[in-house]
């Protein structure tokens, strides 16, 4: 027996489709397969997890024979290329309606990159957390899985669904994410606003009443009960037990940053004294520049700004060192245009200049 992952995008064929409506059976494209194997089928973008695990009960079906599933190709084109494949005969074995074989769980466990192809799975880790997926990820991860006809919310009880153990609620987690969002209640992360299409849709979902410590099962309040929060965030809450609440851990947060705020505060200020201290903003912030400037302004004839340029670049290049020659020129410019313009300003307590008639 061999175990398989298969991507399968609905943009070309959708398998969904085809189990439902062919009694739990689907026919894919391949001579890769030995009847007995397992098959998981990996939904591509947007699901990206694992949606089915499937058997493979028959090989080496040939085109007249293979179920007629040309109304679930979306790509025709690639449908009419397989009339000379052979096919394998699936049957479902499980369906998953949570993300407990999500793309980022499957990396927790070993898998490397994105499913792209017909890949057997050889790594036991991996095959471990595929094949017993609700008894190794941290069980408040997700949620609790109760039937979609139940009308209320339960947590807590050890449900009975081919094997004793907790399953994930969807409907809890969907009214959660419904009310509050995909925004870390602790620390504000939006995994979309970071990763973009990616990350859409991602948090994880905390108890605030851990189900370890229920014992019984109790009717779930999603306003009270459940939160986002980033795995970041999530794995931390649980550093101790009881875990911390959302609010030890903001004030974790907070008591940690304030030390680096200080440094960057205290960073910023030197850099700011260091930038001002060699850059000169204002020509009226320095009367040597400014008395400078005025009595080459008044020399008999006038003077070329070009030999104010050089001149104020000769005198003050040492004290202002990470002025360049474009700063110096704009900095002249600007202030000769306005007092020659300008007439309250054509006389000050520096030098006296008046503009000729």
């Not at 397992?38 to 694992?50: A, D």
């Not at 941290?138 to 004793?164: F, H, I, R, S």
């Not at 004290?319 to 300003?345: A, E, G």
């Amino acid at each position: 027996m061999k175990y398989w992952i298969v991507p399968n995008n609905d943009s070309t064929f959708r398998i969904g489709d085809a189990i439902k409506a062919q009694g739990g059976m689907a026919d894919w494209r391949t001579d890769r397969f030995s009847v007995g194997d397992v098959v998981f089928i990996y939904k591509t973008r947007p699901e990206l997890c694992i949606r089915y695990k499937m058997e493979v009960v028959k090989t080496r079906i040939i085109f007249d024979e293979a179920l007629e599933q040309e109304a679930f190709w979306t790509d025709k084109n690639t449908f009419y290329q397989g009339f000379v494949s052979f096919y394998a005969r699936l049957r479902l074995i499980e369906e998953y309606t949570d993300d407990i074989l999500s793309l980022h769980h499957l990396h927790e466990h070993g898998y490397q990159g994105i499913p792209r192809s017909v890949r057997e799975i050889k790594e036991s880790d991996l095959l471990d957390f595929l094949l017993h997926p609700h008894q190794t990820v941290n069980d408040d991860v997700y949620d609790v899985d109760y039937p979609e006809d139940d009308e209320k919310l339960y947590e807590g009880a050890l449900v009975t669904v081919k094997a004793n153990k907790y399953e994930r609620n969807q409907k809890a987690r969907r009214e959660c994410v419904a009310k509050k969002g995909y925004q870390c209640l602790v620390c504000g992360r939006d995994f979309e606003a970071t990763y973009g299409e990616m990350g859409k849709g991602f948090i994880h979902v905390h108890h605030l009443t851990p189900i370890s410590t229920i014992g019984k099962e109790y009717e779930l309040n999603v306003d009270t009960d459940l939160v986002p929060v980033c795995p970041n965030c999530h794995y931390m809450l649980h550093r101790k037990d009881p875990p911390y609440t959302i609010e030890e851990l903001k004030r974790i947060i907070q008591e940690v940053a304030k030390p680096v705020k200080k440094k960057a505060s205290r960073k910023a200020t030197e850099i700011r004294l260091v930038a001002e201290a060699a850059m000169l903003r204002d020509v009226n912030d320095d009367n040597e520049v400014r008395k400078l400037i005025h009595n080459m302004m008044e020399m008999d004839g006038g003077t070329m700004m070009k030999n104010i340029h050089s001149v104020c670049i000769t005198m003050f290049q040492d004290k202002y060192n990470n002025m360049t020659p474009n700063d110096w020129r704009h900095l002249i410019d600007d202030y000769v245009r306005t007092v020659t313009h300008r007439p309250d300003m054509q006389e000050d307590e520096v030098f006296y200049f008046k503009v000729s008639g």
